[in-house]
């Protein structure tokens, strides 16, 4: 009897014994060993335009990631957590709009282990703007009447026009950056051909545009307007347009009071005569004789005597002399 309960005791003892050991076994530890985060760096995770990166890592025990702030919506993490073994996850990000950067933070968690990347995503540089600058064409034709001419122009720069021959004229008056620029040329008199060149600038870019127009045609022409003038005791200037394509000679026939001031020699555009101040009371008459070829034309000029009541100043007809319509001596 006593060694039965011997035996009974030892028996409760052993039982008590393999419990206790039961009890206090070892959780598995945690291993967490990330792969390749060195290659977040150069992945298009980290680019303005955005982009995904597979983070590669093992953990020995189930694992989750999360994103820190909460509010860094522009990255996500999936999945965002796995079980035990290799396994990876995915790393996204949207375009950065902004010229600056961007930064987040990504936690993997296995157990009482965890690995902390941080995400920097860089902003979006500003992006130079290349230069612009098409100017067409290179020559431009136009008859001996002349006209409006066209350049084609397309530019994002400033730039400045140079017209190097006065017979050309600019008529756009906008700095058109992609249209067209008008020129207006005026009629060629003479029996040959000329060439007038326009050269547009702008910063480290040129342009020169030849514009090329025909001779006039081989019959001689001679036009003067106005052919007669009234002018006031008080004297004062009195201008001639003259339009030829011959050479000529200019004589007056008052030479006291009548003086040639500007434009001795133009074919094409106005001479410009001072009358003197008449002292006398009588009116008196002069003339201007041009004379080309075997044809001359005279212009008169009509003066008021000191005593009559003077008009505001010179006053000129609207005749136009020609070929057909001549004064000669």
Not at 10 to 24: F, N, P, R
Not at 98 to 114: H, L, P
């Amino acid at each position: 009897m006593k060694k039965t309960l011997i035996r009974l005791l030892l028996g409760i003892l052993l039982l008590v014994s393999a419990a206790g050991c039961e009890k206090k076994e070892k959780t598995p530890e945690a291993e967490l060993v990330v792969r390749n985060a060195s290659d977040l760096a150069s992945s298009g995770a980290v680019t303005p335009d955005g982009g995904s990166f597979s983070l590669l890592f093992y953990s020995s025990l189930p694992w989750e990631a999360s994103v820190s702030p909460v509010d860094a919506a522009w990255l996500n993490v999936s999945p965002s957590s796995g079980g035990a073994g290799e396994t990876y996850t995915v790393l996204s990000t949207i375009a950065n709009t902004s010229a600056e950067s961007r930064t987040a933070y990504v936690t993997i968690s296995c157990g009482d282990q965890s690995y902390n990347m941080t995400v920097v995503q860089a902003g979006r540089e500003e992006e130079e703007e290349e230069d612009i600058f098409e100017v067409s064409p290179e020559t431009i034709e136009v008859g001996h009447t002349g006209g409006t001419v066209s350049v084609n122009i397309r530019t994002n720069l400033d730039y400045e026009i140079e017209i190097q021959d006065a017979w050309i004229t600019l008529l756009t008056e906008e700095n058109v950056q992609d249209g067209t620029l008008e020129f207006e040329v005026a009629e060629n008199y003479f029996k040959e051909n000329r060439t007038g060149t326009v050269v547009i600038r702008a910063e480290e870019y040129s342009a020169e545009i030849s514009v090329i127009q025909s001779a006039a045609p081989e019959e001689d022409f001679f036009n003067l307007s106005p052919t007669s003038f009234e002018v006031p005791a008080a004297g004062g200037d009195i201008t001639v347009s003259i339009s030829t394509n011959m050479d000529y000679t200019v004589e007056i026939r008052n030479p006291e009071w009548i003086t040639l001031v500007s434009g001795a020699g133009v074919k094409e555009g106005d001479m410009i005569f001072r009358i003197a101040a008449n002292p006398a009371s009588e009116e008196r008459t002069g003339g201007i004789q041009f004379c080309a070829g075997t044809s001359c034309y005279m212009v008169s000029v009509l003066q008021a005597g000191s005593e009559e009541e003077e008009e505001d100043g010179p006053s000129g007809g609207n005749e136009d002399v020609g070929n057909d319509d001549k004064y000669k001596l």
